[in-house]
């Protein structure tokens, strides 16, 4: 059993996911809810997986920060689009010399979270995962699940392996997560991006799931293209991603099973979409030193339109447009 005790925030389909599998594993874990409260506080959470379905019919549940205790490591596993919440949201539950376990996607996260508490270590975690929310405190594990963990230092700088990173690592490798330790997260984060961008962007701009782009030879070369674009940005920051890992890339998502991306999932359900966070601050990043991506700025001004419309169809109609 952990020494470590764990909030989540955000129970969605990656935080419950995790937190289910951490609590399920002997660790004390503390789950921050929104609109699921009462069903989750009730009867607790339901994990179906390809690695084998399970009950935790009773999880400390919260729908106040001021209600939960202090917590070795708080994991955020938040949408980014919610990140505005986060001053309120992290200090009342980080122990002092704490840990905040970002989960989120995209680039600048880390950066955001070290404004709020100085003082706190603050790891970043890029997830291989495929899990969807079905209901109310029930979560779909479709694939996947391995994080890759670094930790974060002011400007990005190399950190190399850190207590903290080694110590989280044991705790999800009990609980049947496997995790990657890395030396450089700013690396790790453009690597996460080469999928990221593609997939979420276009499964929103062209109405598709990962196969579909893949069995197209026309998206498949959108999607390769998009790739070594953000090859160029991480290049522009002084990271090298090889050729090979663009490869791989493409061969790990032609195996996957058909699947509808978390921004595909936040457009059809007229949610904010993580635009910035995925595409707009690599895009901004790479152009302050004088980088030019224009598919991805093409895609960006895409994004930005159709999740305006979405927002703009919420207020007049309370529907999509």
């Not at 963990?149 to 950190?159: D, K, T, V």
Request: proline residues 4%; hydrophobic residues 40%.
């Amino acid at each position: 059993m952990s020494e470590r005790k764990y909030a989540i925030v955000g129970t969605g389909a990656l935080g419950g996911y995790y937190g289910a599998k951490l609590q399920k594993a002997g660790s004390e874990v503390h789950f921050l809810l929104k609109s699921d409260y009462e069903k989750v506080s009730q009867d607790g959470l339901l994990v179906e997986s390809k690695d084998g379905d399970f009950i935790l019919p009773q999880v400390n549940a919260y729908n106040d920060v001021a209600k939960m205790p202090k917590c070795d490591v708080v994991v955020v596993a938040l949408k980014t689009t919610q990140n505005h919440l986060l001053p309120n949201l992290l200090p009342p539950i980080v122990k002092d010399n704490g840990i905040v376990l970002v989960l989120q996607n995209g680039l600048g996260v880390e950066e955001e979270i070290a404004e709020i508490l100085p003082k706190v270590h603050i790891i970043g975690g890029l997830c291989f995962l495929c899990s969807n929310k079905l209901g109310a405190g029930h979560i779909h594990h479709l694939d996947y699940g391995q994080i890759t963990l670094g930790e974060y230092a002011h400007g990005y700088s190399n950190m190399g392996i850190t207590d903290g990173m080694r110590q989280i690592a044991h705790d999800f490798r009990t609980a049947g997560i496997s995790i990657e330790l890395v030396e450089d997260l700013l690396l790790g984060r453009w690597k996460k991006l080469v999928w990221n961008i593609p997939y979420n962007g276009l499964s929103v701009v062209l109405n598709a799931r990962t196969d579909e782009l893949m069995a197209d030879t026309n998206t498949r070369t959108l999607v390769e293209q998009l790739m070594y674009e953000v090859k160029a940005g991480a290049k522009s920051m002084g990271r090298n991603l090889p050729d090979s890992f663009i490869q791989t890339m493409l061969d790990y998502t032609v195996k996957m099973k058909p699947y509808r991306t978390s921004m595909k999932i936040d457009y059809d359900e007229c949610r904010p979409l993580e635009v910035e966070a995925i595409v707009g601050n690599p895009l901004r990043k790479a152009q302050e030193v004088g980088v030019n991506l224009p598919q991805i700025n093409c895609l960006y001004h895409q994004l930005k339109f159709l999740d305006g419309r979405n927002r703009i169809g919420q207020l007049l109609v309370g529907a999509c447009l």
